[in-house]
């Protein structure tokens, strides 16, 4: 990989593109599969739509996908300008008259305007989509590439003696660059600055709830129940001790918590209009110490509470607006009602350094029975990472690229990982390719083996992508404990269903939760096999660590070894180890699409394509 690093460029602005260009054209690539060359040389991109030609250096070439690029170049003096009117006529102004001297002088540096336009709408029109898409998911690009901006900015303000913590809240803050293989990944719409600078968990933004008193007849929700959080009580009681002291509730109502953005969204709803004039719902404003906003924008968290809340915020953050769906609720309910009847006994038995965060309870606000939601919906989770408790780790955080201090000169370390990995290699005298290596291996016992082999024993798959999956580290810097959240990732293979439900009647009735079983191991070999193992994989390539060739030999003999001794999942790892491509969602391809991924079939929700398995190719 060549020395300059464009995250380390000393101006923000040109840090923040660089870093939304590559990832734009990453995603790009990788959906469109489209061969990378090897690092040093160029990538020749052709965007006949718009009769451009791109040349892009490559930094480093990825066997996961998770390539490098350099800025890219106009090759053969294509009309730069006119490109970038397409894209976005306010951006092109500015953007032409700063590189018009570069221009001039024989260099054509193509910015992230020119790039989303010719990226965008190439793929537009290959799928046939018509032309307001190509406005759309440009403006995505774009409005994403404004938010990295800042969020560096924000974070060279900070000084180069800000502390390199390693903490919960710190890894939920760290994804400054968000998703590498998504073309918009902090793309937040409909939020102004000032929103965003209190609700965005990568400027460190905190706020109190904006709470409403709501009379006892609108209320609705549930609890696990059945012998679990018999101590916690119902949904409502939980919102009592959540609330902070003083709110005037009339005797008997039940404070419901609101993210504050989408409590002012929700009260221009008729539904929820009509409950105030009718006297049933009382706005009572922001109150309460500061929640932390977690990764996912819409989860907070605070060190002392008993628990973490996901809210409903109809903000639109990459392809969907995250208001909770009351068939999601009902979902978390359920599987922690599952794991409760039996498999949460046999995971503490085999796997005492697994644990799945449950959201165990939820509430809402609403006074018909036709189960649409109000806005107001809101999950309650599990949180065993409270004051002196394990410092868990956000594995998209533990990943996530630092940028440099604004000087040219790059941080201490280019990641968490980076220095978990250093601190390995210190503490047991090895290379860092070895201590990587032996990271990869402990990271494989500690939460992959784990949900697997879950899997295999009960049918009862989960979706453990990075965002979704957490790791503790011991004091070398090694993982020594994993655990999954997220209510929206439960799957039932459908040849297991009928002991679960002996389990748990009525289990299904309800809920999206069962499928055919080609079905779920084909989503757990997306998320676990593509999303979590071969994105880390990537991610030690990208950072520097180890060669991904070496970390896939390393993996496949763990699954391997899993296979030979569990026969339960002998689907699963089937595709893992022998499936010539895997299916893979496009996020590039759903984006520019316009598809909200939380609505719909799940089968339709996003758009799938074959992607070439580097496990089935690698040897030993």
């Known amino acids: 990989m060549s020395a300059a ?76 300008t006119a490109a970038m009117e397409t894209a976005a006529p306010e951006t092109a102004t500015s953007e032409t008259a700063a590189r018009a001297g570069a221009t001039q002088a024989g260099v054509a540096p193509a910015g992230v305007a020119l790039v989303a336009a010719v990226v965008v709408r190439e793929t537009a029109v290959l799928a046939g989509l018509p032309a307001h898409r190509v406005s759309d998911a440009t403006a995505r690009v774009l409005d994403s590439a404004r938010r990295t901006t800042a969020h560096l900015a924000a974070r060279r303000a900070e000084g180069p003696d ?48 904006h709470w409403f008193a709501a009379a006892p007849g609108v209320v609705t929700g549930e609890s696990g129940g059945g012998g679990i959080d018999e101590s916690r009580g119902a949904p409502a009681e939980l919102c009592r001790r959540i609330a902070p002291a003083g709110l005037d509730l009339p005797e008997g ?14 009260l221009r709803r008729p539904r929820i209009a009509a409950l105030v004039e009718a006297g049933l719902l009382r706005p009572l404003g922001p109150a309460g110490p500061a929640w932390h906003p977690t990764s996912s924008v819409r989860t907070v968290y605070r060190a002392d509470a008993e628990a973490m809340l996901k809210l409903s915020l109809g903000m639109r953050i990459t392809n969907s607006r995250r208001e909770n769906l009351r068939g999601e609720l009902r979902l978390g309910v359920r599987a922690a009602r599952l794991l409760a009847a039996g498999p949460a006994e046999w995971l503490r038995a085999e796997h005492p350094a697994f644990g799945v965060l449950r959201d165990f309870a939820w509430v809402s ?64 005298g090895l290379s860092t390719a070895e201590a990587s290596a032996l990271w990869l291996a402990r990271y494989l016992d500690v939460l992959a083996v784990p949900l697997i082999r879950l ?14 999956t957490l790791v503790a580290l011991d004091a070398d810097g090694l993982p020594r404990a994993g655990w999954y959240r997220d209510s929206q990732g439960y799957y039932v293979a459908a ?118 398995n580097p496990l089935s190719e690698v040897q030993r």
């Open 455 to 468: 899997q295999a024993r009960y049918g009862v798959a989960l979706e453990p992508h990075h965002q979704n």
């Open 5 to 80: 690093e464009p995250l380390d460029h000393p101006d923000a602005s040109r840090a923040g593109e660089a870093a939304a260009t590559e990832t734009l054209l990453r995603a790009y690539v990788r959906d469109l599969a489209i061969p990378v060359p090897a690092a040093e040389e160029e990538l020749i991109l052709d965007f006949p739509a718009t009769g451009v030609r791109l040349r892009v250096p490559v930094r480093h070439r990825s066997p996961t996908g998770w390539h490098r690029f350099g800025e890219p170049l106009l090759a053969g003096g294509a009309p730069e």
């Open 365 to 428: 606000v609403g006074t018909d029975d036709s189960g649409a939601e109000s806005g107001l919906e809101t999950a309650i989770r599990d949180n065993p990472f409270r004051t002196g408790a394990d410092r868990a780790l956000c594995v998209a955080g533990l990943i996530a690229e630092r940028t440099g201090p604004g000087d040219g000169s790059p941080p201490r370390h280019r990641a968490l990982l980076s220095a978990a990995v250093g601190r390995a290699a210190r503490a047991l």
């Open 162 to 209: 800000a502390p390199e913590a390693a903490g919960f809240l710190d890894a939920e803050q760290a994804l400054l660059l968000g998703h590498p293989f998504h073309p918009a990944p902090k793309s937040r719409e409909e939020a102004s600055t000032g929103d965003l600078a209190e609700y965005s968990p990568e400027l460190r933004g905190s706020f109190p709830l």
């Open 253 to 266: 109502w039940v404070p419901v918590p609101a993210h504050p953005w989408q409590a002012r969204e929700v």
């Open 495 to 612: 040849s297991r269903a009928g002991e679960l439900e002996r389990l748990v009647p009525g289990l299904a009735d309800g809920v999206d939760l069962v499928f055919d079983d080609a079905f779920v191991d084909e989503r757990v070999a997306y998320y676990l096999g593509i999303g979590n193992l071969l994105g880390l994989v990537g991610a030690f390539g990208a950072l520097g660590l180890a060669a991904e060739e070496d970390l896939l030999r390393v993996a496949r003999a763990a699954l391997e070894r899993l296979r030979a001794a569990e026969p339960g999942a002998k689907g699963l790892l089937g595709l893992l180890l022998d499936a010539p491509s895997l299916r893979c969602k496009a996020n590039h391809l759903t984006c520019v699409d316009g598809r909200d991924e939380l609505t719909g079939d799940v089968h339709s929700q996003s758009v799938y394509i074959d992607l070439p």
